[in-house]
């Protein structure tokens, strides 16, 4: 599976950026919380899946 391997490393380059806190609310990103991958401007909006594009929350659900 291709894709999720580089799924899985973009992951771990946002992980490390971040040190391993929520972009939100800056709380630690473990396996107990759950994390999500979002793009800072939507794909709708013309976004793409660049890292530059990304950042890990927790799933804080979406208002
Ligand atoms: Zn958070």
């Known amino acids: 599976m291709q894709y999720s391997e580089r799924h899985l490393k973009q992951w771990v380059i946002l992980y490390l950026s971040q040190d391993g806190r929520c972009a939100l609310c800056g709380g630690a990103l473990t ?18 899946d660049a890292l530059s594009n990304r950042v890990l929350l927790h799933p804080h659900g979406h208002q």
């Open 31 to 48: 396996d107990e919380t759950g994390s999500h991958n979002h793009n800072l401007v939507y794909r709708m909006h013309g976004g793409t």
